[in-house]
């Protein structure tokens, strides 16, 4: 803080559950003496280790019951929770947490493969301790070799399927935070630490069946349960020495925050429906020695996040609201109530999708006269990698999103497997800035909520959209070593997700593909040793400071691309107030 103490940072302690437990009988292992200034939670996580000797995490290991003893152990070592609090003088700290720490290894000597699989789901919801029995733990998950995931692991949701299973409980708790490491180095401390000698990847296997999907027909499928690791407001750290991979589009992480506070519109067809406003969502931190490999998705931000609202005009004139609808995400890496996300590989980074939205959370009432909407969630992106960045999408609806690639960002080539299209770059109030050593080329720059309502929403009230783009929203693209392409891919991006649309219409205004070519208000694009090809409509939004720069060192190019369209720049000077708004 600007007084010197800090503020809103949190810090974790980890020490063998053994060690914390000796203090009730003076040992000396762990000592809290001084004062750690501006946490607003401390956590000490006494971990108990458990060798894997089967290769797989069986159901008698994830039951919630005395009877398991990794269970049994942890509910132990809570018992003393409060004795062991004040033993270390933080009895009158409300910030301290006292938690207990689960930690699997695999190895070749425990089970002879040294690899870890979860083949049945591990709900963690009723893995609850302490006096109140609200106090979750940190899981830990390393493997010398591989870890797959055919199976959930989740907290923060009553159950993994059915009932219960993406809607957020309506009694706010903490949740499970995870550590994930394939490839593990066992002489390390850290326990994300990995032996890059010995490649080994995290997996989130392929779905695969009825219960897979999400629809049956035209109707909702009441036993769907795609192969989700997902947490509350927790964090989910991921390690390997090898890859991380996303099987397929029914594989997914994110993190899911707890239920707000806000008026929800009634649950009509077309509403929100009864959802809740996420919020306080945790951190998600990926990094990998090998490549980061995602998986193609026919969805966009806007099939999972759900928006309400009808201008005065209209004969149903309403307040303006949006939230996330996680029974219908499928697309990749999201901190879905805000927090966080970095994504490191070593290699490329390929079909990757990574969202951060916000929360549009209605404060005033549910007619237009009364509509305030409290804008929520959001926080930073970082995406590195060694290697290209190639395809996938990129959502920051508040906040930063910084993509660099030690040599291209472009596109996986459709006769190589892939969409044929570049990154697609979504913000609202944010600041964007991609960077490749290489080529840069991006297929999309947009602002999800200027587009169509997502197919699972259902039909239903005003087809509602406007600008999320705040004053100073930029995006900023370079290319050290060769060209900047901006080519004309809205039809490919149509083709790509329209599925997951209303009317398959990616945009409010049919066939018209106008809203794709809405920029935010800053747009910086250099080519330090290249040329800048701009083979599109660009058009700005109006905003007092809005700028745009283009900087090569060869020439600027503005031309008909790939769609046969003419190239146009277009910096507005329309009244910003003019434009469709929340508000």
């Given at each position: 803080?600007?007084?010197?103490?800090?503020?809103?940072?949190?810090?974790?302690?980890?020490?063998?559950?053994?060690?914390?437990?000796?203090?009730?009988?003076?040992?000396?292992?762990?000592?809290?003496?001084?004062?750690?200034?501006?946490?607003?939670?401390?956590?000490?996580?006494?971990?108990?280790?458990?060798?894997?000797?089967?290769?797989?995490?069986?159901?008698?290991?994830?039951?919630?019951?005395?009877?398991?003893?990794?269970?049994?152990?942890?509910?132990?070592?809570?018992?003393?929770?409060?004795?062991?609090?004040?033993?270390?003088?933080?009895?009158?700290?409300?910030?301290?947490?006292?938690?207990?720490?689960?930690?699997?290894?695999?190895?070749?000597?425990?089970?002879?493969?040294?690899?870890?699989?979860?083949?049945?789901?591990?709900?963690?919801?009723?893995?609850?301790?302490?006096?109140?029995?609200?106090?979750?733990?940190?899981?830990?998950?390393?493997?010398?070799?591989?870890?797959?995931?055919?199976?959930?692991?989740?907290?923060?949701?009553?159950?993994?399927?059915?009932?219960?299973?993406?809607?957020?409980?309506?009694?706010?708790?903490?949740?499970?935070?995870?550590?994930?490491?394939?490839?593990?180095?066992?002489?390390?401390?850290?326990?994300?630490?990995?032996?890059?000698?010995?490649?080994?990847?995290?997996?989130?296997?392929?779905?695969?069946?009825?219960?897979?999907?999400?629809?049956?027909?035209?109707?909702?499928?009441?036993?769907?349960?795609?192969?989700?690791?997902?947490?509350?407001?927790?964090?989910?750290?991921?390690?390997?020495?090898?890859?991380?991979?996303?099987?397929?589009?029914?594989?997914?992480?994110?993190?899911?925050?707890?239920?707000?506070?806000?008026?929800?519109?009634?649950?009509?067809?077309?509403?929100?429906?009864?959802?809740?406003?996420?919020?306080?969502?945790?951190?998600?931190?990926?990094?990998?020695?090998?490549?980061?490999?995602?998986?193609?998705?026919?969805?966009?931000?806007?099939?999972?996040?759900?928006?309400?609202?009808?201008?005065?005009?209209?004969?149903?004139?309403?307040?303006?609201?949006?939230?996330?609808?996680?029974?219908?995400?499928?697309?990749?890496?999201?901190?879905?109530?805000?927090?966080?996300?970095?994504?490191?590989?070593?290699?490329?980074?390929?079909?990757?999708?990574?969202?951060?939205?916000?929360?549009?959370?209605?404060?005033?009432?549910t007619t237009l006269a009364a509509n305030?909407?409290?804008?929520?969630?959001?926080?930073?992106?970082?995406?590195?990698?060694?290697?290209?960045?190639?395809?996938?999408?990129?959502?920051?609806?508040?906040?930063?999103?910084?993509?660099?690639?030690?040599?291209?960002?472009?596109?996986?080539?459709?006769?190589?497997?892939?969409?044929?299209?570049?990154?697609?770059?979504?913000?609202?109030?944010?600041?964007?800035?991609?960077?490749?050593?290489?080529?840069?080329a991006l297929a999309e720059i947009l602002?999800?909520?200027?587009?169509?309502?997502?197919?699972?929403?259902?039909?239903?009230?005003?087809?509602?959209?406007?600008?999320?783009?705040?004053?100073?929203?930029?995006?900023?693209?370079?290319?050290?070593?060769?060209?900047?392409?901006?080519?004309?891919?809205?039809?490919?991006?149509?083709?790509?997700?329209?599925?997951?649309?209303?009317?398959?219409?990616?945009?409010?205004?049919?066939?018209?593909?106008?809203?794709?070519?809405?920029?935010?208000?800053?747009?910086?694009?250099?080519?330090?040793?290249?040329?800048?090809?701009?083979?599109?409509?660009?058009?700005?939004?109006?905003?007092?400071?809005?700028?745009?720069?283009?900087?090569?060192?060869?020439?600027?190019?503005?031309?008909?691309?790939?769609?046969?369209?003419?190239?146009?720049?277009?910096?507005?000077?329309?009244?910003?107030?003019?434009?469709?708004?929340?508000?």
């Amino acid at each position: 803080g600007a007084d010197g103490t800090g503020a809103g940072g949190t810090v974790l302690l980890r020490l063998p559950s053994a060690t914390v437990t000796a203090v009730l009988n003076g040992g000396s292992g762990v000592a809290l003496n001084g004062s750690i200034v501006g946490s607003t939670r401390t956590t000490l996580e006494g971990f108990s280790v458990y060798q894997n000797t089967t290769g797989a995490i069986s159901a008698t290991d994830t039951l919630a019951d005395p009877s398991n003893p990794i269970y049994a152990a942890a509910l132990g070592f809570m018992s003393n929770a409060g004795a062991i609090t004040s033993a270390l003088g933080q009895a009158g700290n409300s910030a301290f947490v006292l938690a207990p720490g689960v930690e699997i290894d695999a190895t070749t000597q425990s089970n002879g493969t040294g690899t870890l699989q979860l083949d049945s789901p591990w709900n963690l919801y009723n893995w609850r301790f302490g006096a109140n029995n609200n106090i979750p733990g940190v899981l830990t998950l390393r493997a010398q070799n591989g870890i797959t995931f055919n199976a959930s692991l989740s907290d923060g949701f009553a159950a993994t399927s059915g009932v219960g299973a993406f809607t957020l409980p309506v009694q706010a708790s903490d949740s499970w935070s995870y550590r994930i490491a394939a490839g593990a180095d066992f002489a390390a401390a850290n326990p994300l630490a990995v032996n890059a000698a010995n490649p080994a990847d995290v997996t989130i296997g392929a779905c695969a069946g009825t219960a897979c999907k999400i629809n049956i027909a035209t109707s909702p499928n009441a036993s769907y349960a795609p192969i989700m690791v997902r947490t509350g407001d927790g964090f989910i750290d991921v390690g390997a020495s090898g890859n991380f991979v996303l099987a397929n589009q029914e594989s997914v992480l994110y993190t899911a925050g707890v239920a707000g506070s806000g008026i929800t519109p009634p649950g009509r067809a077309g509403s929100l429906q009864g959802r809740a406003y996420p919020t306080d969502g945790g951190d998600i931190q990926i990094s990998v020695a090998g490549d980061v490999i995602g998986a193609p998705t026919n969805q966009f931000v806007n099939a999972w996040l759900w928006r309400v609202g009808a201008p005065a005009n209209s004969p149903t004139g309403s307040a303006t609201a949006w939230t996330v609808d996680f029974r219908s995400f499928q697309q990749g890496v999201g901190a879905l109530a805000g927090g966080n996300v970095s994504v490191t590989a070593g290699g490329d980074i390929s079909d990757l999708s990574v969202s951060i939205p916000t929360i549009g959370v209605q404060v005033g009432g549910t007619t237009l006269a009364a509509n305030s909407v409290q804008v929520d969630g959001g926080g930073n992106l970082s995406v590195a990698a060694g290697g290209s960045i190639l395809g996938g999408s990129y959502y920051v609806g508040r906040g930063s999103a910084n993509l660099q690639a030690g040599a291209d960002v472009g596109a996986i080539a459709a006769s190589a497997g892939g969409t044929g299209l570049a990154p697609i770059i979504g913000l609202g109030d944010a600041t964007v800035a991609v960077t490749a050593r290489g080529d840069a080329a991006l297929a999309e720059i947009l602002n999800p909520t200027l587009l169509g309502r997502g197919t699972l929403q259902g039909v239903g009230g005003a087809n509602v959209y406007f600008s999320t783009y705040g004053a100073t929203s930029s995006v900023s693209l370079m290319a050290v070593g060769g060209n900047v392409v901006l080519d004309d891919n809205n039809a490919g991006f149509q083709n790509a997700v329209s599925g997951s649309f209303i009317g398959g219409n990616v945009t409010v205004l049919g066939n018209s593909l106008a809203a794709l070519d809405v920029l935010p208000p800053t747009l910086n694009v250099y080519a330090l040793n290249g040329n800048i090809d701009i083979l599109r409509t660009l058009a700005l939004s109006p905003a007092a400071g809005g700028n745009l720069q283009l900087f090569a060192n060869q020439n600027v190019i503005a031309a008909a691309g790939s769609s046969g369209n003419p190239a146009q720049l277009i910096v507005s000077d329309a009244n910003p107030g003019q434009l469709p708004s929340p508000a």
